[in-house]
């Protein structure tokens, strides 16, 4: 299986040590095939906000650096591991520039076959906030998040050290259960909730996100009866909810459009 770690991190630190952990304790017990993509080692230029790749598609964002390169990667990979320091209560700079290169991606999700795993450390504070972001981000992406882990990496006693290990391991060997396994859970309430928003969204406003509202026909889900991005049990109780947000979603899109003609 192939692992891809997209590391945020200036240099090989905490951060990477503690990746390195988790591929030590993976490759004891399977063979994985490992790379790192350093952000700080590519072309990375930060987002221009155009909007092309929204309205017209990625392929005519203005920017020429190696992002595709890596969302190729991505594609290929059977799991993402998302690595980056808290700065400032939040993830890199580098790790920031990237995801924002990848909004479109948050209009037009296509990484459902792979895992995702979500590694951030700290000196102090800040890893819930930093995993509930990113775990948000690659769910949005099409992920399927198996594991998160957070931990505390400067100055510390040998039981935090300790600590640190064993949720290092424990996310290790879950990401690597989550792999073998290779099915989809049903989605969660927010899931759901997503899936229904933006179809009403790029339904509605066609004209407005011609892109958007191609792959989500080409993809099947606007066709009536579409319940989510894959084919996996969906919860009555949020489908229903779902249903109901979309409504009100349509609804609220088609009483802008009148009032701004």
């Known amino acids: ?3 891809l770690v997209i590391l945020g991190s200036p240099r090989k630190g905490n951060t990477y040590h503690a990746a390195e952990r988790i591929r030590e304790t993976m490759q004891e017990k399977a063979p994985v095939e490992w790379e790192y993509v350093m952000l700080r080692d590519l072309s990375l230029e930060p987002c221009r906000g ?4 929204f309205v017209r598609g990625e392929d005519v964002c203005p920017i020429d650096d190696d992002v595709g390169s ?12 998302f690595a980056t320091p808290v700065y400032a209560l939040q993830v890199s700079g580098l790790m920031k520039v990237f995801i924002d290169r990848l909004s479109y ?14 590694l951030t450390t700290a000196g102090a504070v800040g890893t819930s906030d930093v995993l509930t972001y990113l775990d948000q981000i690659a769910r949005v992406m099409g992920f399927d998040v198996a594991a998160k882990v957070g931990i505390l990496a400067e100055f510390l006693p040998e039981s935090r050290k300790k600590e640190n290990e064993r949720k290092l391991q424990a996310a ?5 259960a989550a792999l073998r396994k290779g099915s989809r859970p049903s989605p969660g309430f927010s899931d759901v909730l997503l899936f229904h928003g933006q179809r009403a969204t790029f339904d509605e406003l066609a004209d407005q996100f011609p892109t958007d509202h191609a792959y989500w026909t080409a993809k099947g889900w606007l066709e009536p009866g579409c319940r989510y991005f894959v084919d996996v049990p969906v919860n009555p ?7 109901l947000l979309e409504w009100y979603q349509r609804r609220q899109i088609r009483k802008d459009l009148q009032d701004m003609v």
Not at 105 to 118: E, T
Not at 237 to 243: D, L, M, P, R, S
Request: proline share 2%; glycine share 6%.
């Open 172 to 176: 290790a060997e879950t990401f690597l």
């Open 1 to 3: 299986m192939k692992i």
């Open 50 to 53: 155009c909007g092309s790749c």
């Open 70 to 81: 890596v969302v190729a990667k991505m594609q290929d990979a059977d799991g993402v591991i």
């Open 237 to 243: 109780v949020y489908h229903a909810a779902g249903i």
């Open 105 to 118: 991606i948050l209009h037009r999700p296509r990484f459902f076959r792979q895992k995702a795993l979500i």
